[in-house]
């Protein structure tokens, strides 16, 4: 007698089925696999080479800021020099300004006007002397005015001399003195025009 094992219909089936689902499962899973394992490495190889791009831009910072130092460094030298050319220029200027304002009031000093004092104090200057007449010491104070090293030029007092046998007048000027007179401005320089007064 032969005896024939029937499997149920329904478990194979079933069987297949769970078969199916794994084969499904495990391709989905080896395919999320792949793909995490493509983002990742994506992503390492990107922040590699942010981490090398940062690593050059600290490079550059520092180099910057060596190259700004250097500048700072030359424009601290450039201002030492510069103070110490205007050192340089103020003493030639005061060195030779005595000189100046001496040959200043020869050429102001009119031949019948003498000088007997000169006191000069803290950049005030009086001068005393004797004149033949009061023309000749206004001529004398318009010559100083004039100069460009001398200023607020002002007559204290003339007095007569009694005691010449010409008739002399004696007078005392007072003057500020301007060892470094301010540099007349240049021909072309710009003027400002005067406003047009408005027609009411």
Same mark, same amino acid.
């Given at each position: 007698? /032969?005896? /024939? ?5 329904? $478990?194979?089936? %079933? ?27 994506? @992503? ?6 942010? #981490?090398?791009? *940062?690593?050059? *831009?600290?490079?550059?910072? @520092? ?10 460094? =030359? #424009? ?19 060195? &030779? ?37 009061? #023309? /000749?010491?206004? $001529?004398?104070?318009?010559? =100083? ?9 002002? *007559?204290?007092?003339?007095? @007569? $001399?009694?005691?010449?046998? +010409?008739? =002399? ?10 060892? #470094?007179? %301010? ?6 320089? +710009? &003027? ?9």
């Amino acid at each position: 007698m /032969i005896r /024939i094992n029937l499997l149920p219909v329904k $478990e194979l089936e %079933a069987e297949s089925v769970r078969r199916r689902e794994l084969i499904i499962g495990g391709t989905i899973f080896g395919i999320a696999i792949v793909l995490l394992c493509g983002v990742y490495l994506f @992503q390492w190889r990107e922040h590699s080479r942010l #981490q090398n791009e *940062l690593t050059g *831009l600290r490079n550059e910072i @520092q180099a910057l800021n060596v190259k700004v130092k250097e500048v700072g460094d =030359l #424009q601290n030298k450039i201002k030492d020099l510069r103070g110490k050319n205007k050192i340089f220029e103020d003493l030639s200027k005061k060195r &030779v300004g005595p000189v100046r304002v001496l040959e200043s009031l020869s050429v102001a000093t009119p031949t019948s006007l003498w000088l007997t004092e000169l006191r000069e104090n803290g950049g005030n200057l009086v001068i005393n002397g004797l004149a033949m007449d009061n #023309q /000749i010491i206004a $001529e004398f104070m318009r010559a =100083l005015t004039n100069s460009k090293y001398f200023a607020n030029v002002d *007559l204290v007092e003339v007095i @007569q $001399e009694k005691s010449a046998a +010409p008739a =002399l007048k004696k007078f005392s000027i007072k003057s500020a003195l301007l060892y #470094q007179p %301010a540099e007349p401005k240049p021909v072309g320089a +710009p &003027v400002k025009a005067a406003a047009a007064p408005t027609s009411k």
